[in-house]
Each structure stands twice: as C-alpha cells, then as structure tokens.
C-alpha cells in the first residue's frame, strides 16, 4: 500500500513540476541535486557541474580571452527549442565576458538533418555509424566566428554542461521558456538582441530565407501567420512519451479553419501563411483557403493512412527541410499578426518579433499529461 501511495505522490509531483513556473522548478531540481551530492559526493551530478565551469588549459594561445564551449547534446531537441536553450548560455557568456563556440557534432541526424543523400540511406535507423559533423554549421554560423578548431591550445577554455546554472534559471530558463509566447513580457530587450548577435545563419541559408520571405511580403501583402503541431496530437494518441508533457494544441484542424476564418476579418488581413507539421493540415487548409494561403514546400509527415494511424510522426529530414522550416519561423515573425500554439518555434518567433504583432493570440490550453 505505501509503494503505491509513494508511486502515486511521485506521478502528481511530476504533474505539478511540469506546470510549475520555472524558479520553483529550478528549486526543486536543486534540492534534488543537493540530496544526490550527500550520498555520492564526488561522484553526483553537482560535483561534475562544479568542475566543468572550472577554466582549462589547453595551450597558451589566446592568454588574455576566455573561450565557453557550448556542447549540444540533447539528442532528441529540435532546431526552435535548441535556440532557446543557448541564448540562456549565451547571456551568462555575455556576463562573464566569454566568447561562445558551438560544438555540436554529438547530434542525431534525424532531427538536426543531413544532405539528402545521406537522409535517404538512413544509416542511423539501421544501426550503422554515421559522420560527426558540426550540424549546427548546416544552418548558422558559430556565434562569435571561432571555431572548435581554433581554440584547440587556447589558454582559458571553459566546458559547461548543458545544464544551466541556478541564477539561469530564474533568469532565463529552458524549462520556463515557452512563457515568453504568452505576452509582450520583460525577456523581450533581454533576449532579441542576444538572438540578432550570436544566432548567424549560414550564407546559403540566408540566402534561401530573404528570398522566401520577399516572396510571401511581394505586392504589401498583409499576413496573419499561424503555426498548426498537429504531429504533436498524433504522438500523445500513439501513446509516444516523446510529447510527454509537451503543450497542447487544437485537436481538430476544424478548430484552426474557425479560428483562422475569425481573426483574419477581425484583424483585416488578405493572407494566411502557414507553419504545420503534417501534410493533412496543410491539405485541409489550403482546400479551405485556396490562394489565399501560402506556404513553402517542405518535407511533412502524414498523420493518417487509410485511416490508420502511423507509426512515428517523425520523419528524418534533410538540410533544405530544416532550412525550409527556419525560413518558416523568419516569415512567420514578420507578419502583421500571428495564430500559434505554444511550442519552441512559437517561442523563437515571438522573440524574433520583439513584441511588434499588431495582434495575437496564442492557444492556451495546458500540457499533455501522462501517456
């Protein structure tokens, strides 16, 4: 009976932490962490964190900067929410007058992308080891214009891990960021202006971005955006702990086709520009909207089959699909007004935007619980 009660008490905890703002769940997570550093000492989770801020010496190159080493190695983050995780890092990097490089060559393919070539082998899906490349090269420029190459005998080096520091936390946090869709809060001169200094994009990318987005704004095209996840609906109905307490969404494209019919009369706009997931969403709604909506052509899944369910909503992607979906999250905050869900991308294009939508309105409507 009290390892059920115990099981129970910790499930509700769980719950509560993951809508609770992000200084309590900071405090929690270091009462944790205090906890594993008595029964483990040297070996715990804080003791490492201690140790990795430590400066190092590689080589006496560079003595008078310090260089801090961002490792990106949440496997399973996406390109908006890994955004939003570095500029806490690149906001502590600024306090400390250290110079960002980025290392990400630990990151799945499936996610972060590869060439097409690559993408259609598959070769992580089967087993087989795939080329470590610096994949955050596909898409932007190292921060500060240094590379993992050149600060090899650098004198001062710092390796965080990829947890924040406390004081992040109630500044900036990862856990808290998707607060920042919510309003024109006080984060917006903090962190639109670390966003414009040290997320690049790469030439190509860059490239590819301002022409897509002189296309959609051609002829004072007036534009209401609007970001649909409707893969993150498909996850939670197959059960998948991947969406586990992610934000919920409109269940229904109806409810979009509603919404959408709605706010652009209210807010007088001759186009829609869409962001979705899923090629089912883009369907419906172009059937609905006809020339009226635009969208770039990307790779999407395909919820249903014949009715039938998929198997994953995630697909693996190539370089020109996540460009194509960056390229998305840029048009998406320069429209006049925008319709979203809360999720990363949501979150980057509210910063991007820096409170300047005439109108918005953003679905409120909690997390997915337990799957």
């Given at each position: 009976m009290t390892g059920d009660f115990g099981r129970k008490l910790m499930k509700y905890m769980k719950r509560w932490l993951a809508y609770a703002p992000a200084p309590v769940y900071a405090v929690c997570e270091w009462v944790h962490l205090y906890k594993e550093r008595r029964e483990k000492g040297e070996d715990s989770t804080l003791c490492r964190r201690e140790k990795s801020r430590k400066v190092h010496c590689l080589g006496d190159k560079d003595p008078d900067k310090t260089y801090y080493v961002i490792a990106l190695d949440e496997q399973e983050t996406g390109i908006a929410?890994?955004?939003?995780?570095?500029?806490?890092?690149?906001?502590?990097?600024?306090?400390?007058?250290?110079?960002?490089?980025?290392?990400?060559?630990?990151?799945?393919?499936?996610?972060?992308?590869?060439?097409?070539?690559?993408?259609?082998?598959?070769?992580w899906r089967k087993g087989l080891p795939w080329e470590m490349k610096e994949r955050w090269l596909f898409y932007f420029k190292q921060p500060a214009g240094v590379t993992m190459?050149?600060?090899?005998?650098?004198?001062?080096?710092?390796?965080?891990?990829?947890?924040?520091?406390?004081?992040?936390?109630?500044?900036?946090?990862?856990?808290?960021a998707y607060t920042?869709?919510?309003?024109?809060?006080?984060l917006f001169p903090v962190i639109n202006p670390l966003l414009k200094k040290y997320v690049i994009f790469e030439d190509d990318t860059a490239q590819y971005i301002e022409q897509q987005t002189r296309n959609i704004f051609r002829e004072g095209r007036r534009v209401l955006g609007v970001s649909v996840r409707m893969g993150y609906v498909q996850g939670m109905k197959l059960k998948e702990k991947h969406y586990q307490y992610h934000n919920r969404q409109p269940d229904s494209i109806d409810i979009f086709i509603h919404d959408l019919e709605r706010f652009r009369l209210l807010w007088k706009c001759d186009y829609i520009f869409l962001s979705t997931d899923d090629t089912g969403s883009a369907d419906d709604l172009n059937k609905h909207f006809g020339g009226t909506l635009l969208m770039l052509d990307r790779m999407r899944t395909r919820i249903?089959?014949?009715?039938?369910?998929?198997?994953?909503?995630?697909?693996?992607?190539?370089?020109?699909?996540?460009?194509?979906?960056?390229a998305e999250l840029v048009i998406l905050s320069k429209c006049q007004c925008y319709l979203g869900c809360r999720n990363g991308g949501c979150s980057i294009v509210n910063v991007m935007n820096n409170g300047r939508f005439e109108h918005k309105y953003i679905y409120a409507m909690g997390k997915f619980e337990d799957v």
């Open positions: 929410s890994m955004m939003i995780y570095l500029l806490g890092h690149f906001k502590y990097a600024d306090k400390m007058h250290y110079i960002p490089v980025i290392d990400s060559t630990l990151y799945r393919p499936w996610l972060w992308g590869g060439p097409d070539e690559e993408v259609a082998q598959c070769p190459q050149d600060i090899q005998d650098c004198k001062n080096v710092v390796f965080p891990t990829h947890s924040f520091p406390f004081f992040l936390a109630l500044a900036f946090p990862c856990t808290g920042v869709c919510k309003s024109n809060g006080p249903t089959e014949n009715g039938v369910f998929s198997s994953n909503p995630l697909l693996d992607v190539s370089i020109s699909s996540n460009r194509a979906y960056l």
